[in-house]
């Protein structure tokens, strides 16, 4: 009777483990939160740019996060390394990246990555630094 019992409960348990495990794999798999892209240092007031309609060049916070900025790097890693320096000064000379700073460049400047291809260029200087 008591190995019925113990049989009984071993199949419920895995009644409610797959059950479980089925309305887990409908909802999808868990997302990471992405990385920032640039260092966190001398920017932690991250809603000055991310808030809603701060920069129409930068991503706002999605609707559901009604965080203070405190929060953000509880989720959002820093990047593990700084994006490189700029070589030159930005100003009005260097103005628009993109016009060097395209495949096969005749200046010889390195290509933005494919993941900075929506980017606009005036953002380009909250990560990269001028040397």
């Known amino acids: 009777m008591k190995l019925m019992r113990t049989a009984l409960a071993l199949a419920a348990l895995a009644l409610a483990f797959g059950a479980r ?3 887990a794999q409908q909802a999808g798999p868990a997302r990471t939160p992405p990385r920032m892209l640039h260092p966190a240092a001398g920017k932690e007031q991250c809603l000055t740019c991310h808030g ?3 920069n129409e060049h930068i991503k706002s916070t999605p609707a559901g996060h009604q965080f203070g900025n405190e929060a953000c790097p509880m989720c959002h890693r820093p990047a ?3 994006p490189p320096n700029a070589v030159h000064a930005f100003g009005d000379a260097f103005a628009n990246c993109r016009m060097c700073h395209v495949a096969n460049s005749p200046a ?6 494919a993941s900075h291809e929506s980017f606009h260029v005036s953002i380009c200087p909250i990560c990269h630094q001028p040397a």
């Not at 010889?108 to 990555?113: E, F, L, M, S």
Request: proline fraction near 20%; glycine fraction near 14%.
């Open 80 to 82: 593990e390394t700084s």
């Open 52 to 54: 809603p309609g701060a």
């Open 108 to 113: 010889g400047a390195k290509a933005p990555p």
């Open 21 to 23: 495990a089925a309305t």
